[in-house]
């Protein structure tokens, strides 16, 4: 059970937490694929994905962007086709139009009333701009991996927002979709823990990879998150 009477500070994943990115990533990709003479099953195509993502996001830091595109020519490698560089694009460029579920606006404008917000994004500050009018909540920090020049679930990410949001880690609740890039690091810092177990085709992992921890407290949207919030 979480207390929320000790936190001041919320932080959230932003893409698959607040953002339906599986329906963004999937349309992206089937899309390339079909254009190929390719079909895949849906949590076949989010299995790939996450492990591509995790494979283009390793070496030394390079933008987000580029590693969307490395994603799709790692397709490409696997199922024997070249994508052209406009395919490789139309990933990363179809992000600006990945909508949010619809239980994130209102949710987030509950908590704004009691809680600061932040965002701690694996993504470029360009591209969560984009992004940032469809939230329609006012952040008081946004962490991107741009900015800590790493990707969750490494340390840096957690440290940087921490800093920024300048508050202890007892005072932090940090709000994710995934175990592997959210909850298992938050937790090595300190931080008390809330999963967003989405719905999707790969059920209770999403288009990332699989790991196992347990979160101080599992929701299936983020009403209930809100409603955990008012209630305490």
Not at 18 to 41: K, Q, V
Not at 83 to 94: F, G, I, M, V, Y
Request: aromatic content about 8%.
């Amino acid at each position: 059970m979480v207390d929320f009477n000790r936190f001041e500070v919320l932080t959230f994943d932003c893409y698959g937490t607040l953002i339906n990115w599986e329906a963004g990533i999937l349309s992206a990709l089937h899309r390339i694929l079909a254009a190929h003479g390719h079909t895949l099953e849906d949590a076949a195509l989010l299995k790939l994905y996450g492990d591509f993502e995790e494979l283009s996001e390793q070496g030394p830091f390079h933008p987000y962007r580029e590693v969307l595109q490395s994603v799709v020519r790692r397709f490409g490698a696997q199922l024997g086709f070249s994508p052209t560089d406009e395919e490789a694009r139309s990933l990363p460029n179809s992000l600006s139009g990945w909508q949010p579920w619809p239980d994130t606006i209102d949710a987030l404008h509950q908590l704004k009333t009691r809680f600061r917000l932040a965002i701690l994004s694996n993504v470029d500050d360009d591209l969560f701009a984009a992004t940032r009018p469809q939230l329609q909540v006012e952040f008081d920090e946004v962490i991107t991996a741009e900015q800590a020049k790493a990707y969750k679930p490494s340390m840096k990410m957690f440290e940087l927002a921490l800093k920024r949001v300048k508050a202890p880690a007892h005072r932090v609740l940090h709000v994710g979709q995934s175990i592997y890039h959210d909850i298992i690091p938050a937790q090595s810092l300190g931080l008390a823990t809330v999963w967003v177990n989405r719905p999707s085709a790969r059920a209770g992992v999403g288009a990332v990879k699989a790991a196992e921890a347990k979160p101080d407290l599992e929701v299936k949207n983020l009403a209930e998150v809100a409603e955990a919030a008012t209630k305490a």
